[in-house]
Structure formats: structure tokens, C-alpha cells
């Protein structure tokens, strides 16, 4: 069986940090790069940054860059998304998915996880 799961999601503070983490099972890992989406109330899904099979090549859109760092550990089947200096426009719900495509956009998702909400508030 297939699952991608999202963990580390909470409510905190603009300015402080969270890391999100993806853990995969039932599939060949190795093989797909893994993309950050997110979704905010009333808004469409939007990227937020992707990491190839290897590792070797990272994506970040331009709302995230210099504050969200993507990695992976292929031998734990694991990606996580660190994110500093959080603002309240980072407010959604994350979710992680896995692509064939590198870098991955919704459409070549293969595998979405449930997602995990991200509050970003005062």
C-alpha cells in the first residue's frame, strides 16, 4: 500500500521555524522526486519547492526562497521541508507528493500525502 505521510505541522508565532516531515512506504522511492505543495483557505494549491531522486537538485518558489530548505534521506524513505522565519501568509495546509517528473508539478503527481496544517499567527 502506498502512503506518503506528513507530520510536523502546528501554529506558531511569524518568525519561528518548523520542520515538516514526509515518510513514505509501499513504493520504489528512490525513483521519484518529491514536491512540497500547499494549500491556503480559499486559495489553489501551489507549489513550494521540490527536491530530485538524487538529492542533487532542489526547486523553491520565489514566496519561500532563502526561508524553506527541502532535503531527503533515501535510505529512511524521508523528506522533510525546514522552514524559518515564518510569516502569516505561509498560513495552509502542506502536503507532500511524489513525481516521476523532476521538477514536479501537480499534474505528475503520483503519490499525495493527507497534508499537515502550517498556522502562522499572533
Known amino acids: 500500500q502506498v502512503q506518503l505521510v506528513e507530520s510536523g505541522g502546528g501554529s506558531v508565532q511569524p518568525g519561528d521555524s518548523l520542520r515538516l516531515s514526509c515518510a513514505a512506504s509501499g513504493f520504489i522511492w528512490d525513483y521519484y522526486a518529491i514536491g512540497w505543495f500547499r494549500q491556503a483557505p480559499g486559495k489553489e494549491r501551489e507549489f513550494v519547492a521540490a527536491?530530485?531522486?538524487?538529492?542533487?537538485?532542489?526547486k523553491s518558489a520565489d514566496s519561500v526562497k532563502g526561508r524553506f530548505v527541502i532535503s531527503r534521506d533515501n535510505a529512511k524513505n524521508m523528506v522533510w521541508l525546514q522552514m524559518i522565519s515564518l510569516k502569516p501568509e505561509d498560513t495552509a495546509v502542506y502536503f507532500c507528493a511524489a513525481s516521476s517528473w523532476y521538477p514536479p508539478v501537480e499534474s505528475t503527481c503520483d503519490y499525495w500525502g493527507q497534508g499537515t496544517q502550517v498556522t502562522v499567527s499572533s
Open positions: 527536491i530530485s531522486w538524487s538529492g542533487n537538485s532542489t
